[in-house]
């Protein structure tokens, strides 16, 4: 009787924390992207989403990972040709996604990211092109959630570029990136601790704030 | 936190290696359909523990990398094991031929950007113009065509997404240069090859050139352009999977003949009036449909001065018009077939009245291709395909005063067939080899042409291409419609490559040789008579071409330097002797220069041409096309100017220098009272071209605008 109510105790103690092994495994990942510092780091969190999108087959989020810790190993390559054999990695997760999840914001946002980094290989031949479909991607990104942090900072950072190409006022961009930042704050308050959605991109914006105030 | 039940661990460690024997860190290991895994380290090395039993695979992945699997059996010891993984065949590593080729596109193995023979100052945006800048053309000033290394203009064939174009160059007036009818704002891939072309293509005896149109535009937008010679309005309309694009333009020349000076008689200067409409939209995963509609009517009228001992002045009518539909489908079929298929039909009329003699003359044709490919292995890729060449052709000629009446015609069909194979023997060595079979219904024969090209990685940058093939071509409407059952011409390619590519500077030198047989000639004193034709005519063409560009060096400067020997003969047409051609110099040079400079947020360049003189036959000599015009030299210049991201001011001039460039002299018929030839050089009707333009773009995001296409 003892052995059996013991038993009980610890199963029931088990159920409680037992998360399911895709959370766990998904946690694990976010643990590795929140702490990475270099491109190895960030291939190490891309590999662990990669195997768990591998399974998943009807979930978006882990493809997405595995696409965002790709393309932040992307944006650290050295060579052009690198940088774009990288992206083209990145793309077939956002292709994959797009299969599954037609309109997801955070999605979108990362696929403007994407054509914002493929700019940066060939500014001269790529950047009216690029730039026009990493805008629209963007504003596709923003009409499904209008104050995205995300979103808003990488408008900021495509209009800021823009504006220094043409010699005009770059306030706008800036302001922008003002707003995304008052929204990363805003949105850090109310996640939960074990939530899974994305909320990545704060140190950028308050990097480009830096640039803002030259 | 596990439950606390027993279960087997089986640890699994070992060190990820390239076949080079290097280490590879931030590779993917992991048992296949499982989260258990982890990544290599720095050093390679990798170990995770599984609670997988008995049958598992083990998987190892790395960008550009074929995947690695393992079979293997866990029982609960640990396993240490070494994986190597092979680089993939496609990618950054692969050798492409380059040889013959000139290719412009996203690709790596591009020399030109769509954007570089945009750009190019003195082209004026004109395709054959931009590509006149490159090795192994020819500069002929007054003809405004491609002429490829010692071939005729229509030597060149051009293709749009894979199908043939007839009569790709507008109407103009006799030594008045033409312009393409395809504006290159169409396209996003070219591929300009100066021979040893892929068996894919045929019907083009010196050179292919081979346009890609652009894929679905994913920005909504409107574009205005008024030019000192016209207007134009363009609008694309993009949704997620289509988009739809259309432009109207008009042209009208009367106003620029009124403010520059022309050396024509013009009665009416060319006007154009044209449209196009383009299609696209994504089927399914992997496919993609395109068409492409265009059509255009020209005229002009002028009166000319026919140099003759009793002169009065004819008055010329051109009338053109043209119409060119288009569709193209590819697809996957399976991860190891794809498809290739596309119908085009090009209609063309053209009128001219010589006074109140009247010419009609009509082109029509149809092309229908199919192309698989197949992945059959790693390292070999397959082509093949077949297709039908449709050609039916009629000019009537009326003469006003007897009324004589003459018509000439023919209906041509072509059927085709070829295979090519694509194979990567190593890294450093790919052999592209194939061969076409073509049946010809006016020639009732049957023909095959092989054709073989190589690549071999010499060092990091560098490689060293061959090229050989035979090619063929029917012969020019022209002549095609006095006697229908001639052969086809024919020519076959030696072609030798070496090209350096290292960050953005490119040398190129390649060496060539053609020989042609089969030409067509024909007695110049009888020209309407089928007896007087035959195939008894041949030629060679041999030479180097030299190429240097560098968009690395200086910042914001790109530039690039070509040059080309040629030495040839033919004994052609109305050759009396084997000869070189009046299109033909033994030495073209250009460099061509351009600079973004950012605070005055303009775009310059310049382009310098040089051609030494031209054969032309002076009827007071003994020796046929003996003598040699001057040499040929230009110096233009463009500028584009960013007033705001929406609009573009654009300004070009040609010819800065003021040189008289004499393309040839012409003769009268009959001597003079002194029994001597009189001669009039040939040259272009104004000393320079002027272009200024406003080019505005309205769209939702305002760094869309027409600067790519300037």
Request: with cysteine.
């Amino acid at each position: 009787m003892k052995n059996l109510l013991f038993f009980i105790g610890i199963s029931a103690l088990a159920a409680l924390s037992f998360t399911d092994p895709y959370t766990q495994a998904m946690m694990k990942g976010k643990d590795l992207l929140e702490q990475a510092q270099d491109q190895q780091d960030f291939r190490a969190a891309s590999n662990q989403f990669a195997r768990i999108a591998e399974r998943e087959h009807d979930k978006w989020l882990p493809a997405y990972y595995a696409g965002y810790a790709m393309t932040m190993v992307a944006a650290m390559e050295a060579t052009p040709e690198a940088k774009d054999e990288v992206l083209d990695h990145v793309q077939t997760y956002l292709d994959k996604i797009a299969s599954i999840e037609h309109n997801e914001c955070e999605a979108l946002a990362l696929q403007g990211f994407v054509y914002m980094l493929r700019i940066s290989v060939d500014p001269a031949t790529r950047g009216p092109e690029y730039s026009a479909m990493s805008a629209a991607s963007l504003q596709k990104a923003k009409s499904l959630d209008e104050n995205n942090p995300r979103v808003l900072h990488l408008l900021a950072q495509l209009s800021f570029g823009s504006a220094q190409f043409f010699g005009s006022d770059t306030s706008e961009a800036c302001q922008l990136n003002d707003l995304s930042l008052e929204e990363f704050i805003s949105r850090a308050k109310e996640v939960e601790d074990e939530s899974l959605d994305p909320n990545w991109g704060q140190n950028m914006a308050q990097a480009f704030k830096a640039q803002c105030e030259n | 936190m596990n439950i606390l039940i027993a279960m087997p661990q089986t640890t699994i460690c070992g060190t990820v290696w390239d076949e080079q024997k290097s280490t590879i860190a931030g590779a993917n290991i992991y048992l296949e359909g499982t989260y258990d895994g982890s990544s290599s380290e720095a050093d390679g090395t990798f170990c995770f523990s599984t609670t997988y039993t008995d049958s598992v695979v083990l998987v190892g992945s790395f960008i550009g990398f074929n995947q690695y699997r393992q079979e293997m059996v866990l029982q609960g010891d640990s396993v240490k094991i070494e994986i190597t993984l092979v680089q993939s065949a496609s990618g950054l590593n692969t050798v492409v031929i380059s040889a013959g080729s000139f290719e412009a596109g996203t690709g790596k193995s591009e020399v030109l950007r769509p954007l570089d023979i945009v750009t190019t100052a003195g082209a004026t945006a004109d395709i054959a113009a931009a590509l006149n800048t490159l090795p192994g053309t020819q500069i002929v000033g007054e003809e405004g065509r491609l002429f490829v290394r010692g071939g005729d203009g229509y030597e060149t064939t051009t293709f749009i997404d894979g199908m043939l174009v007839k009569e790709s160059y507008d109407l103009s007036a006799p030594n008045v240069p033409t312009r393409s009818r395809f504006s290159p704002f169409m396209f996003s891939g070219t591929q300009f090859s100066t021979g040893g072309y892929s068996a894919e293509y045929g019907q083009g005896l010196s050179s292919a050139l081979i346009l890609n149109t652009k894929e679905v535009a994913t920005e909504t937008r409107s574009d205005f352009s008024f030019i000192s010679v016209g207007l134009e309005a363009a609008h694309t309309q993009g949704w997620e999977k289509a988009s739809l694009a259309g432009k109207l333009g008009y042209f009208n020349l009367d106003p620029y003949y009124n403010i520059i000076r022309q050396d024509i008689d013009w009665t009416d200067p060319p006007t154009t009036l044209d449209g196009n409409l383009a299609f696209r939209q994504k089927v399914g995963a992997h496919g993609m449909f395109k068409s492409y509609g265009k059509f255009s009517r020209s005229s002009l009228a002028f009166n000319q001065d026919p140099f003759t001992l009793s002169p009065a002045l004819i008055h010329m009518r051109l009338q053109d018009q043209y119409g060119h539909l288009n569709a193209s489908y590819k697809d996957l079929l399976s991860d190891k077939w794809t498809i290739r298929t596309g119908v085009s039909y090009t209609y063309a009329q053209d009128d001219i009245k010589i006074d109140n003699d009247a010419v009609r003359e009509h082109t029509r044709g149809w092309h229908g291709k199919v192309v698989f490919g197949h992945q059959y292995s790693d390292r070999i890729f397959l082509r093949m395909g077949g297709e039908i060449i449709t050609s039916s052709h009629d000019q009537d000629f009326v003469e006003s005063e007897t009324g004589f009446r003459n018509r000439f015609a023919f209906s041509e069909r072509i059927l085709s067939t070829f295979i090519e194979t694509e194979w990567n023997l190593s890294r450093e060595l790919v052999a592209r080899l194939g061969g076409r079979i073509e049946y010809n219904n006016l020639q009732q024969r049957i023909s095959a042409d092989p054709r073989l090209s190589m690549a071999l990685r010499t060092g990091e940058d560098s490689q060293l291409s061959l090229a050989y093939g035979h090619f063929r071509q029917s012969a020019p409407a022209d002549l095609l419609r006095i006697a229908q059952d001639l052969r086809s011409e024919k020519a076959t390619h030696y072609i030798l490559n070496y090209q350096w590519m290292r960050d953005r500077r490119t040398f190129r030198v390649e060496a060539y040789w053609k020989n042609y047989q089969q030409l067509i000639s024909f007695d110049p004193v009888l020209p309407y008579v089928r007896e007087s034709y035959s195939n008894e005519g041949d030629g060679y063409a041999r030479g180097i071409d030299l190429f240097y560009r560098d968009a690395e060096s200086f910042r914001n400067i790109d530039f690039w330097i070509s040059y080309g020997y040629l030495d040839t003969e033919r004994a052609y047409r109305d050759f009396p002797v084997s000869a070189s051609p009046t299109f033909t110099s033994k030495h073209n040079f250009s460099v061509v220069y351009k600079q973004f400079i950012n605070s005055l947020r303009s775009q310059i360049g310049f382009t310098y041409s040089y051609a030494s003189g031209r054969p032309y036959h002076d009827p007071n000599t003994l020796q046929f096309n003996g003598k040699r015009t001057p040499s040929y030299q230009d110096l233009s210049a463009n500028v584009s100017y960013l007033a705001t991201s929406q609009i573009i001011v654009y300004l070009s001039i040609s010819n800065i220098l003021n040189r008289e460039n004499i393309f040839g002299y012409q003769y009268q018929t009959e001597p003079n009272s002194q029994g001597i030839y009189e001669g009039k050089p040939i040259t272009l009707p104004a000393p320079r071209f002027l272009l200024a333009g406003v080019f505005v773009t309205l769209s939702k995001s305002k760094s869309v605008n027409q600067l790519p296409h300037l």
